[in-house]
């Protein structure tokens, strides 16, 4: 309330990092959790967002990727069958707009998709800044 709605207000681009979607697929599949019930609640106070991404990582490979770069043992939210009913959920979800980030690409070509999918939205909405961003 005191940070994006002003923004969005405003018309400035609000670009986050999570966003209700995560706790819809983390805390909705916990416990006999209802996903579809916590959407429901979730969309009822929070903005729609007009683009989402999903760097979706198949849960083996994410936790091998857990491992290695944090050399820890994985936590609560990142066991095998948790990062599947999460998975799920985000597939479920997709459409709309959602847009698909295969995160099993190497960094630069993860990066580069993220890049592309992003800039279509901003290149629509403000045509004129679009061109310094690119060129």
């Given at each position: ?17 999570r ?16 996903p579809?019930?916590?959407r ?8 729609a ?27 609560e ?5 948790g ?33 592309e ?6 290149q ?12």
């Amino acid at each position: 309330q005191q940070l994006v709605l002003p923004a969005l207000s405003q018309g400035r681009i609000v670009i986050l990092d999570r966003y209700f979607y995560s706790t819809i697929a983390y805390q909705g599949t916990r416990a006999g959790g209802d996903p579809a019930a916590v959407r429901r609640t979730m969309e009822s106070l929070f903005p729609a967002p007009d683009l989402v991404l999903w760097l979706d990582l198949p849960p083996d490979l994410a936790l091998r990727r857990i491992t290695a770069h944090r050399g820890e043992v994985p936590n609560e939210f990142e066991r095998h069958e948790g990062l599947e009913q999460a998975r799920a959920v985000f597939q479920s979800l997709a459409g709309g707009h959602f847009r698909r980030i295969d995160a099993s690409l190497d960094a630069a070509a993860m990066s580069a998709a993220v890049w592309e999918t992003v800039l279509q939205p901003i290149q629509a909405k403000l045509p004129s800044q679009y061109a310094r961003l690119t060129g």
